[in-house]
């Protein structure tokens, strides 16, 4: 079984102990919640892990989420994966913030992103 590192997401064969990458402690700090896993989640290496930490962070309105979805939404080079970053950014925050975000992505965004985009400007008509 893999584990991967707090600190940089490198792949541990122990859950705890010194990272063989970085040399930090590969579990997660002390104290760490179930939204702060999640928020740990929308680096992850694996694609279905970020997509399932965006989409969770979503349903639970974690307004710490706020950022670190629409730095995915700008820079993820999936298109699915950005999709439901502005679907959750949206759940969290709603529409009118992110207006110029979502006019730009309603016309360059990734098809996905694109419709996500629209869908949300029509409801602020």
């Not at 965006?54 to 309105?61: F, K, Q, S, V, Y």
């Amino acid at each position: 079984m893999n584990h991967y590192c707090w600190a940089c997401y490198a792949v541990n064969e122990r859950p705890s102990g010194v990272c063989v990458a970085c040399g930090e402690e590969i579990a997660a700090p002390r104290g760490t919640d179930y939204a702060d896993l999640l928020l740990w989640g929308l680096g992850h290496p694996l694609p279905d892990r970020q997509l399932l930490a965006a989409e969770i962070l979503g349903r639970l309105h974690d307004r710490r989420a706020i950022e670190p979805l629409r730095r995915l939404v700008s820079e993820s080079s999936d298109p699915y994966l950005a999709a439901q970053a502005l679907r959750s950014l949206l759940a969290i925050d709603g529409a009118t913030p992110h207006r110029p975000l979502l006019e730009q992505l309603a016309h360059s965004g990734a098809a996905p992103v694109r419709a996500v985009a629209a869908a949300a400007l029509g409801e602020l008509r």
